[in-house]
């Protein structure tokens, strides 16, 4: 079964408005976990790391403003796409690690920005 | 050079046929490999890792070439449900556990 969970699976809002996403381990704690962003026919990109307890580690050229992280416990982590814009329309993923190497991925999250 | 190079096809092949996926990576600190599949409108899912000495699950078999700096991917006696994206990852040494992901392969099995 899921090991990692998110919600909303879709969302559609309009130009300008905040989206938040959810990202929960279900039967394990995760002190570290990723958020990736993957356009159509593009591989994903890691946007950030997501520490619990601490601020976030964002990739190059992603803006933590806009892209909020909240890891406040060991089994959530919040991606907020703040002031959203039809270009941050995006499949978004998180994953969480186990105790191994092995990363579990989330169901993904697909934004439409209109 | 991309840190991950990898052939995006798309790969046609017919039921039966055995097909093989290479990915190339740049970064001699490369530590851990892996192939994920990943379908239309999903996430990824871990196929298989891949070993220095080579690996095989079932009709999949995995190898890794430090040399050369390549891995491989083998699929044998192709099914329609192998229809995916194939996509080579890897950890980078000290890198906090995040993975690198190639552009993907994708693969149609066709009847």
């Known amino acids: 079964g899921a090991v990692v969970s998110q919600h909303p699976s879709w969302v559609i809002c309009k130009s300008g408005t905040s989206v938040k996403i959810e990202c929960r381990s279900l039967?394990?704690?995760?002190?570290?976990m990723f958020w990736y962003r993957q356009f159509p026919k593009q591989s994903l990109m890691l946007m950030a790391t997501s520490n619990e307890g601490s601020k976030a580690t964002y990739e190059q050229g992603v803006e933590k403003d806009k892209f909020l992280i909240n890891h406040a416990s060991l089994t959530l982590s919040t991606l907020t796409v703040t002031s959203a814009h039809p270009e941050d329309s995006s499949f978004y993923i998180c994953s969480a690690n186990r105790d191994n190497y092995e990363q579990y991925f989330g169901p993904g999250t697909r934004l439409t920005v209109t | 050079r991309k840190e991950v190079e990898q052939d995006p096809g798309p790969f046609n092949v017919p039921e039966g046929a055995t097909v093989a996926f290479n990915c190339t990576y740049s970064n001699s600190a490369s530590q851990s490999f892996f192939w994920y599949r990943q379908d239309c409108r999903k996430e990824p899912k871990l196929l298989m890792s891949?070993?220095?000495s080579g690996n095989e699950d079932g009709r999949f078999t995995a190898q890794l070439n430090r040399a050369s700096q390549y891995i491989s991917l083998l699929i044998r006696d192709s099914k329609l449900s192998d229809s995916a994206t194939y996509l080579c990852?890897?950890?980078?040494?000290?890198?906090?556990?995040?993975?690198?992901f190639g552009s993907g392969t994708q693969l149609t099995v066709l009847p």
């Open positions: 039967d394990f704690q995760a002190t570290t």
């Open positions: 990852v890897f950890y980078r040494r000290g890198s906090a556990r995040q993975l690198t």
């Open positions: 891949v070993y220095s």
